[in-house]
């Protein structure tokens, strides 16, 4: 049962969007009904992890929040001696996450960490999944973050990105923002909520245009990137190593 995400609602004085208690409670419904594409996107990481995964490595889902895209790479490993290691700095997710993982049975060992990703160190990596993380670390660390992430892979490993992107200049940028506010009315969310939304994300997600992304994640090595997924200004990518 997922609990419905009516934080906005209500006429209120927005204070900074923080993934506190009161959001882990509402963020199945709040991610799925704000996300254009989540269940594809979340499934279709899984898959891709499948594909990349090698033996004897380590996956990292960094901002894992309740642990949907570890959930969705853990069906999907078949080789031998991989580890999950999912990351997130805020308590209330790190502990709802565990208990969703315990909730399941797998034979792919998880481990779930409190901490800033940014601080965290990478190694021996098949696949490192940042789905709608990256968007909310300040702009002037995003760069050392990739390479860090970059110098942790194993030959051939991915990176999988989603992001919420900026349009590339202002016109189709605001046509991009009319689109995905389209699709959270339809999703049941009122001008209230999408305004208020709006104001409480606006200092601490950053999107970036889409182009930054790409150049950036070839600026620091990665051989080889495409978008896979887009839906107004969402987007997946995939980099390889
Ligand atoms: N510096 C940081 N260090 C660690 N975690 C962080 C940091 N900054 C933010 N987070 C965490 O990144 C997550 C972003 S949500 C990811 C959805 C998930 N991937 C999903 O597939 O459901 C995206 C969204 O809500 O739009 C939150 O749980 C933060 O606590
Ligand atoms: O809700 C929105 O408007 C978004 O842009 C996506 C989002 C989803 C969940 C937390 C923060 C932002």
Redesign the pocket.
């Known amino acids: 049962m997922t609990i419905k995400d009516t934080i906005y609602a209500t006429s209120q004085a927005v204070s900074d ?1 923080t993934f506190d208690a009161k ?1 882990v409670e509402v ?1 199945p419904d ?2 799925q009904r ?2 254009p594409g989540y269940a594809t996107i979340v499934s279709t990481m899984g898959k891709l992890a499948g594909q990349f995964a090698q033996n004897n490595s380590n996956l990292y889902d960094l901002g894992c929040s309740l642990g949907a895209v570890t959930l969705s790479m853990r069906r999907t490993i078949e080789k031998e001696n991989c580890t999950i290691i999912a990351v997130d700095n805020s308590t209330a997710m790190v502990e709802r996450c565990r208990l969703h993982l315990d909730g399941f049975r797998s034979q792919v060992p998880v481990e779930v960490r409190l901490a800033d990703i940014t601080e965290y160190s990478i190694e021996n990596a098949s696949v490192v999944a940042l789905n ?1 993380t990256l968007q909310f670390i300040p702009l002037e660390q995003r760069h050392a973050l990739l390479s860090k992430i970059y110098q942790g892979l194993k030959p051939g490993g991915v990176l999988l990105l989603s992001e ?1 992107f900026r349009g590339e200049n202002e016109q189709t940028d605001s046509l991009l923002i009319d689109l ?1 506010h389209d699709f ?1 009315r339809a999703n049941g969310y009122s001008e209230l909520e ?1 305004s208020q ?2 104001t409480a ?1 606006e200092n601490v ?1 950053r999107p970036e245009p889409l182009s930054m992304h790409l150049h950036r994640l070839s600026d620091i090595g990665f051989s080889q990137t495409n978008v896979w997924y887009q839906c107004f200004n969402f987007c997946s990518m995939i980099a390889i190593k």
Do not use: C, G, P, Q
Request: aromatic share 18%; glycine share 0%.
């Open positions: 969007f959001v963020f709040m991610i704000s996300v709608f919420k995905h959270k999408i939304k709006r994300i997600m």
